[in-house]
T-cell receptor, first 111, second 116 residues
Framework: QKEVEQNSGPLSVPEGAIASLNCTYSDRGSQSFFWYRQYSGKSPELIMSIYSNGDKEDGRFTAQLNKASQYVSLLIRDSQPSDSATYLCAVNKPGGFKTIFGAGTRLFVKA | SAVISQKPSRDICQRGTSLTIQCQVDSQVTMMFWYRQQPGQSLTLIATANQGSEATYESGFVIDKFPISRPNLTFSTLTVSNMSPEDSSIYLC?????????????FGEGSRLTVL
């Protein structure tokens, strides 16, 4: 079992729609969760972090965390073609000394 | 935040040679992380480098193959030794500003290595 699992996609949504990206993790002791965006040929950049159960909103992005189900998601509202990228879910291992990344979900937003 | 510069940005190397990648940060950081991203894959942590101590390597990565230096709080190097085509990858330096790894990582631009 991978430590952080994501559907590799690609996920294709029309412009203006909601994109929903999902992630599960295996270590129940994990406390910190992150979403990174990686454009083709570029380095990952942090877009959201979440530490407690529930929703966290930042502009068009909403991160959702359910520790009981070991599940993290990212919603992108009003998707734009510029949102087309690979989205990486990341989890900090208990103890906080290393961050493990999922394989990433490729998102395409069609104009 | 942190600004991270990596050199070289890309290189083509011959099998059996070694290459050293440099990572310079614009602020002092306790922990620096080296990741590898193979073509079409996600990021795999190679090692964590703390100033003044030996790097901590992840399973599958060894010091003889990937020696790391961390001479001060703003600089680190990763050497890929005795390269083979399987080492063709993007190598990324990252930091978590502050005294510990919060998981909020900033990445350098990456070093794309092609081994022939």
């Amino acid at each position: 079992q991978k430590e952080v699992e994501q559907n590799s996609g690609p996920l294709s949504v029309p412009e203006g729609a909601i994109a929903s990206l999902n992630c599960t993790y295996s270590d129940r002791g994990s406390q910190s969760f992150f979403w990174y965006r990686q454009y083709s040929g570029k380095s990952p950049e942090l877009i959201m972090s979440i530490y407690s159960n529930g929703d966290k909103e930042d502009g068009r992005f909403t991160a959702q965390l359910n520790k009981a189900s070991q599940y993290v998601s990212l919603l992108i509202r009003d998707s734009q073609p510029s949102d087309s990228a690979t989205y990486l879910c990341a989890v900090n291992k208990p103890g906080g000394f290393k961050t493990i990344f999922g394989a990433g979900t490729r998102l395409f937003v069609k104009a | 935040s942190a600004v991270i510069s990596q050199k070289p940005s890309r290189d083509i190397c011959q099998r059996g040679t070694s290459l050293t990648i440099q990572c310079q940060v614009d602020s002092q950081v306790t922990m620096m992380f080296w990741y590898r991203q193979q073509p079409g894959q996600s990021l795999t942590l190679i090692a964590t480098a703390n100033q003044g101590s030996e790097a901590t390597y992840e399973s599958g990565f060894v010091i003889d193959k990937f020696p790391i230096s961390r001479p001060n709080l703003t600089f680190s190097t990763l050497t890929v030794s005795n390269m083979s085509p399987e080492d063709s990858s993007i190598y990324l330096c990252s930091v978590s500003p502050g005294g510990s790894n919060t998981g909020e990582l900033f990445f350098g631009e990456g070093s794309r290595l092609t081994v022939l």
